[in-house]
C-alpha cells in the first residue's frame, strides 16, 4: 500500500475535478491511502469522493501566504510582489501547509494539478525537504488559454515551468497535443512528458447512465429530440456558439437543447436564447450529479468549446454510446473522435456549420457498429495504472 496525495484549488464541477475523483476511486479500489488535499474545501465534486479518502484543507492567511516565496531560488522569489497584487491567490495560499504536510505526512508521491497547483506543489518539495515523488498533470493547451483569458500571473508561467518542471518525478499531459503544447511552450524535452487520458470508470459510469434522469423532456420518446451540452458556463466552453446552432437548427425542425452546468455566462445565454426566440426549446439545467443519465438518454451531444486539453465530457458521451459534435479544437477533440471517425467535427465559434451537423446527426439512423467503437475508444488502457507508474517509480515494481 502507497500513500497518495492530490492537490488541487478546489472540488467544483469540471473537467480536472471529475478526473481527480475518479482516479481517488481508483487509487483507494487498488487498496492505496489517498488523501485529496485542497486549496478551498469546498465544491460539487467533493460528493463524489469515496469515503476512505480523507479531505485537507491547506490555506495560510492572505497576504502572509506570498512570504515563502522570498525564501525560493529563481523566477518563484521573484514573483512574491506579483502575487501579492492579485486578488486570486488560490494555489499560493497552500504553499507553506503544503510544505508542512509533506515534512511532517511523508506522503510517498503527490499529483498535482493544474499547472498553478503543480509549481507551488514542487515549491513545497523544496521548501520541505520531501522524498515524495512529486507528479504534474497537464490539462488544457497552456498557449491557448494564455491568448484567451487573462490567468494571473499567466505569462510568467511558461518560464517557471521550464525552471521547476524537469525537478517532477514525471509530467504527465491529458492529450498529445497538450503535451506538445507544453514542450513547445516551456522549452521542455517532449520525450519527458506522458500522455495519459483520463480514466472513467466505465463500468461504474454505465452503471450511472442506466438511472433514469430527472428531466422530462427526455422521459417522453414521442417529444422532440434532444441536444445535450455539458460544462461550465464560461467563455471557453462558447455556449453562446451551440445556443446560436440550435437557432439555425429549431428553424428548420422541432428539437430541444439541454444544457447542464453553472457558470459565470448563465445569464448571457439565457439572454441570446430569448433573443432568438429559441427560449422556449432550450433549458440551462444547472449542476448535474449524474450527466450520464442525460447522455445516455439525448439524440445528440454536443461540445462547442474553443479550446480543450482532453474533454472528459466527451470522452463521457462516447462512452454512453452518444451521436457527438464537436468543435475541432486545441486540442483533444480530433483525438478522442479519431480525426472524426466517432463524431463530426466542425470549426470553432462557427454556428453555420455546427447547425448543419446538429441537424445531420439527429437525421443519422442508429449504427450500432458505431455506438459500439464509441464506446470501445474509451474503455481500452488503464490511466489509473499509468498513473501510478509516474507516481510510484520504481517501488511500483517492487
Excluded at 481527480?20 to 483507494?28: H, N, T
Excluded at 479518502?53 to 512570504?67: G, S
Excluded at 511532517?104 to 507551488?120: I, K, N, R, S
Aim: net charge positive; charged share 20%.
Amino acid at each position: 500500500m502507497a500513500r497518495l496525495a492530490l492537490f488541487t484549488n478546489k472540488m467544483q464541477a469540471g473537467g480536472i475535478q471529475r478526473a481527480l475523483a475518479s482516479l481517488a476511486r481508483e487509487f483507494v479500489a487498488r487498496g492505496h491511502e489517498v488523501t485529496l488535499l485542497l486549496s478551498s474545501a469546498r465544491g460539487e465534486m467533493l460528493r463524489e469522493l469515496p469515503p476512505e479518502v480523507r479531505v485537507r484543507e491547506l490555506a495560510a492567511p492572505w497576504p502572509l501566504a506570498v512570504k515563502p516565496l522570498r525564501a525560493l531560488p529563481g523566477g518563484a522569489r521573484k514573483l512574491a510582489p506579483v502575487w501579492l497584487a492579485t486578488l486570486q491567490p488560490r494555489a499560493i495560499r497552500s504553499l507553506a501547509p503544503l510544505a508542512s504536510y509533506l515534512r511532517d505526512e511523508q506522503p510517498d508521491a503527490l499529483l498535482a494539478t493544474p499547472m498553478t497547483c503543480a509549481l507551488v506543489a514542487l515549491w513545497a518539495a523544496h521548501r520541505s525537504g520531501s522524498s515524495a515523488r512529486v507528479v504534474t498533470r497537464e490539462a488544457n493547451t497552456l498557449s491557448h488559454q494564455l491568448a484567451e483569458r487573462w490567468l494571473p500571473f499567466g505569462a510568467q508561467l511558461p518560464a517557471l515551468a521550464r525552471e521547476w518542471y524537469p525537478r517532477a518525478a514525471g509530467i504527465a499531459a491529458v492529450s498529445d497535443g497538450v503535451a506538445d503544447d507544453l514542450a513547445q511552450l516551456a522549452a521542455l524535452p517532449r520525450e519527458r512528458i506522458v500522455t495519459i487520458h483520463n480514466p472513467l470508470g466505465v463500468a461504474r459510469l454505465h452503471a450511472r447512465a442506466a438511472e433514469s434522469p430527472p428531466e422530462p423532456w427526455l422521459a417522453d420518446a414521442s417529444a422532440p429530440p434532444v441536444i445535450l451540452g455539458v460544462g461550465r458556463l464560461t467563455a471557453a466552453k462558447d455556449f453562446i456558439t451551440l445556443i446560436r446552432a440550435f437557432a439555425r437548427l429549431r428553424a428548420q425542425r422541432e428539437a430541444r437543447l439541454v444544457i447542464l452546468g453553472d457558470g459565470p455566462q448563465r445569464l448571457r445565454l439565457a439572454l441570446e436564447a430569448r433573443r432568438l426566440g429559441v427560449a422556449r426549446d432550450v433549458k440551462l439545467a444547472g449542476y448535474a450529479p449524474n450527466p450520464f443519465a442525460y447522455m445516455a438518454r439525448a439524440r445528440v451531444f454536443a461540445l462547442s468549446s474553443r479550446y480543450e486539453g482532453m474533454p472528459n465530457v466527451l470522452r463521457e458521451a462516447l462512452a454512453c454510446g452518444a451521436n457527438v459534435v464537436a468543435t475541432d479544437c486545441p486540442s483533444g477533440s480530433a483525438e478522442a473522435l479519431q480525426q472524426g471517425a466517432l463524431g463530426r467535427l466542425v470549426r470553432v465559434g462557427d454556428a453555420d456549420a455546427m447547425a448543419r451537423a446538429l441537424l445531420a446527426a439527429l437525421e443519422d439512423p442508429r449504427d450500432e457498429a458505431l455506438i459500439a467503437a464509441r464506446v470501445a475508444s474509451v474503455s481500452h488502457g488503464d490511466g489509473a495504472e499509468r498513473y501510478l507508474e509516474l507516481l510510484l517509480g520504481a517501488r511500483r515494481n517492487s
